[in-house]
């Protein structure tokens, strides 16, 4: 507010412009995609351009060797009963995206006869 209010007309204008300035924030505010979808998923409410690009959906090389699956090895080393089951962790961890390239590969080959 650079202008003082001195007057009652003052004070209109002022509040008008406020008005549009807060409205002005509030369109910004409701065009963003995090608040498109929660309305869709919390009250229903449809939005008119759909930008799911900017979602990411992850793989599952990405998953297996995330930070996440680091700390689920560590925890499954810690505890003695369930050791056994890291050992499976670790065969999965390794084996699955050697077997989903070998898979891709045989596919792809038979595509081509």
Do not use: W
């Amino acid at each position: 507010m650079a202008n003082k209010i001195m007057t009652y007309q003052d004070l209109i204008e002022t509040k008008k412009h406020l008005k549009q300035d807060i409205d002005l924030i509030e369109e910004d505010i409701k065009d963003t995609n995090i608040v498109k979808i929660s309305n869709l998923l919390i009250a229903g409410k449809p939005f008119k351009t759909p930008n799911l690009e900017s979602l990411h959906v992850p793989h599952i090389k990405d998953v297996i060797s995330s930070p996440l699956a680091n700390f689920a090895s560590t925890l499954l080393l810690s505890n003695k009963k369930i050791r056994k089951y890291f050992i499976a962790f670790v065969i999965v961890r390794e084996t699955v995206p050697y077997a989903v390239t070998q898979i891709k590969k045989i596919i792809d080959e038979y595509k081509e006869y």
